[in-house]
């Protein structure tokens, strides 16, 4: 069994093909044949990827009923005022969907690597350190442009136990055998 992390950088497609799109994939990043992504990231999101070839295992990270957090930290357009967090926190209605209640609050600037493409704000921002049991498509951003505060960078930084800690963007290394023990606990 393989067991590794990557961080994704923007504008990876958390897939190794690119089916016509000409985005780079994530095989260009790594050359390890019959392993698969833990949950995706969309193209404009970064940070951390868990991929192997433990299907149970990918099973138990992704499914919501297994309540594994992932953590994100968040740039918002906008000030987060406490109704902005309760909100978050609470659940939001996004179409026919309410998401499940999440763990928020507002960071320091977390002092990430700079992005290629630069964040072009229209006002003040803020960091929000959001944790989900949960992850639909786009979902973060939907539920922080529904309270006002549009999503102006978004990365993974946390699955449960397993943590990007100071791996570079575009890096990915394997687990630690002590790593591997506590995911599968």
Do not use: C
């Not at 309410?98 to 960071?107: D, E, F, G, H, Q």
């Not at 690597?113 to 951003?141: D, Y």
Request: aromatic fraction near 6%; charged fraction near 25%; hydrophobic fraction near 35%.
């Amino acid at each position: 069994m393989r067991y590794i992390i990557f961080n994704k950088p923007y504008g990876v497609l958390s897939q190794f093909t690119d089916e016509g799109t000409g985005h780079p994939t994530l095989k260009q990043y790594i050359d390890i044949p019959g392993i698969y992504v833990a949950g995706r990231l969309d193209r404009d999101s970064e940070g951390l990827l868990f991929l192997t070839d433990d299907g149970p295992l990918i099973h138990r990270l992704i499914d919501p009923k297994h309540h594994v957090e992932k953590t994100y930290y968040v740039l918002v357009e906008g000030n987060p005022t406490p109704e902005h967090l309760s909100s978050l926190q609470k659940g939001i209605q996004i179409k026919d969907y309410r998401t499940l209640p999440a763990k928020v609050r507002l960071i320091p600037d977390p002092n990430l690597p700079p992005r290629p493409k630069p964040v072009t704000p229209h006002g003040p921002t803020a960091w929000l350190e959001i944790k989900l049991r949960e992850g639909k498509k786009r979902q973060i951003r939907h539920m922080t442009a529904a309270v006002g505060l549009p999503t102006l960078r978004l990365v993974r930084v946390a699955i449960g136990s397993l943590n990007l800690g100071t791996l570079p963007p575009g890096a990915w290394r394997d687990l630690t055998h002590q790593e591997i023990k506590r995911l599968k606990r």
